[in-house]
């Protein structure tokens, strides 16, 4: 299969692109912009490989996305090209709305346009599997319950209300256009290639350069935490296994408040880089509470029971074994992390800028 991928270069794109290369014979386009999140050095493994090609591009460009649809001849296209960071929206949610809501409509255009031109059996094969998040149903907090696919939506952030937005517009697109759509809910993402500034990454450097550990609130905010590895696996299966016009939630039933993910990360750098920056008896005397950021959601979880009932797919990490994985990555590869903050982003804490200067 011809596969274009939007937002390859990103954390989740990119282990999908190195899932498909490494572990399928699909031939893959990889359209990213490179924002600050982008980094072709997560495709370093793979870059070579002929069956993978780059394009530098925006998804609001829809002449551009249209000449490589054109040129490359797609069956699928796999949509992952978005804004994801919560505090950044808070900060500036324009380019949120520009890049998840004017780009997915721009995409789509594009895409219905070649979609059109296919003969009769390639029209019906074709797949545009739009990625998203469980943050567009809201917050679970007080309730006894775990987000399915029929959960009402209910965003509280400039981030998950674009994400929402563009799910109702591919679901639009089938509705009204007939293009042949799945969509994913997934769970927090983590693992290796993640960007520094989600919580997990960003705990890591930070205990290592002997940098508070900053923790919104007390703490105590859950979520449900998904290997990205195993979320690519579901991805695959999903663009390749699954029903047209459906929807599927991703999770990895591991349910964490982030203090004890941040407690976890603490415990296992005790193990693995023993040898603690100066004046640090203990990476856990790091830790520091902070103002909690604006509209916090204070809990998430996945039912992922439709996707492994009609799909098969299941979360082969569990999150001790993944969390073990992700800290020894980043161990081994601290050269990787130093060349991602070389660029704009220093480890300053957004979404709330009484509070940027505590971690840079």
């Known amino acids: 299969m011809r596969i274009l991928i939007t937002g390859g270069a990103g954390f989740i794109g990119s282990a999908l692109v190195r ?9 893959v386009l990889n359209l990213d912009k490179l924002t600050y999140a982008g980094n072709l050095e997560s495709l370093h493994s793979i870059a070579s490989n002929t069956r993978y090609e780059f394009v530098q591009a925006d998804i609001v460009d829809q002449a551009t996305v249209s000449a490589v649809l054109e040129r490359f001849r797609p069956q699928a296209i796999m949509h992952l090209a978005a804004e994801s960071h919560v505090d950044r929206s808070i900060d500036g ?9 004017v780009g997915t409509y721009s995409l789509l255009e594009a895409t ?92 890591i450097l930070n205990a290592l350069a002997g940098k508070p550990l900053p923790v919104y609130g007390n703490g105590q905010q859950v979520r449900d935490w998904l290997f990205v590895e195993d979320h690519a696996r579901a991805l695959l299966k999903v663009v390749t296994a699954g029903e047209v016009g459906q929807t599927y939630n991703i999770g990895g039933h591991n349910e964490q408040t982030n203090l004890e993910v941040v407690h976890a990360i603490c415990a ?21 509470f902070v103002q909690d950021r604006p509209g916090h959601d204070l809990r998430y979880a996945i039912d992922a029971g439709k996707i492994e009932r009609e799909l098969g797919w299941r979360p082969e990490e569990t999150f001790a074994t993944g969390l073990r994985k992700t800290v020894q990555w980043y161990l081994d590869n601290l050269e990787w992390c130093r060349h991602v903050q070389d660029g704009s982003y220093q480890g300053q804490r957004l979404g709330n800028s009484d509070f940027k200067d505590l971690i840079a």
């Open 19 to 27: 899932h498909l290369i490494e572990h399928t014979d699909h031939h």
């Open 112 to 203: 219905r346009a070649y979609w059109g031109t296919l003969p009769a059996a390639e029209r019906e094969a074709f797949r545009f599997h739009h990625v998203s998040t469980d943050e567009v149903y809201g917050d679970l907090h007080g309730v006894d319950d775990l987000f399915t696919e029929t959960t009402p939506y209910a965003p509280s952030s400039p981030y998950s209300a674009s994400k929402a937005a563009s799910d109702h517009l591919v679901r639009a697109w089938q509705r009204t256009y007939g293009l042949p759509v799945l969509l994913t809910n997934c769970s927090n993402n983590y693992g290796p290639y993640h960007f520094p500034e989600k919580l997990i990454p960003l705990v």
């Open 268 to 288: 296992l750098l005790e193990e693995l880089a023993p040898a603690h920056p100066a004046g640090v008896a203990r990476y856990a005397d790091l830790i520091t």
């Open 93 to 101: 949610p324009a380019a949120f709305i520009q890049t998840n809501i």
